[in-house]
């Protein structure tokens, strides 16, 4: 079973940057497509960000020019470099590993997730 580990979450104050990882292990991380989502308080999880295996980016419009998404195969880790961060990006940030048909995004996988909070 594929396990996935996020880190780097934290306090930032709104206007700042941070980047999340995202550890895999138990499994091929260069063979999946990777993503993030997030999850607001009183919120339904929602779709960030994904890359597949050969390194296909696709952030939410909502995000896009703030949000990117990398990995670093050698690793076994993907990251979200989040930047110009606002109050509203507040939200846990979950790793996911899953399958892209190209037109759709299934995750399989999950992290337990980081919290990230932007202070005003």
């Known amino acids: 079973q594929v396990q996935l580990v996020e880190s780097g979450g934290g306090l930032v104050q709104a206007g700042g940057s941070l980047r999340l990882s995202c550890a895999a292990s138990?499994?091929?991380?260069?063979?999946?497509?990777m993503a993030w989502f997030r999850q607001a308080p009183g919120k339904e999880r929602e779709f960030v960000a994904r890359?597949?295996?050969?390194?296909?980016?696709s952030v939410v419009d909502s995000l896009k020019g703030r949000f990117t998404i990398s990995r670093d195969n050698a690793k076994n880790t993907v990251y979200l470099q989040m930047n110009s961060l606002k109050p509203e990006d507040t939200a846990v940030y979950y790793c996911?590993?899953?399958?892209?048909?190209?037109?759709?995004?299934?995750?399989?996988?999950w992290g337990q997730g980081t919290q990230v909070t932007v202070s005003s």
């Open positions: 138990g499994g091929t991380f260069s063979s999946y497509t």
């Open positions: 890359i597949t295996r050969s390194g296909g980016i």
């Open positions: 996911t590993k899953g399958t892209y048909n190209g037109i759709r995004y299934s995750a399989d996988s």
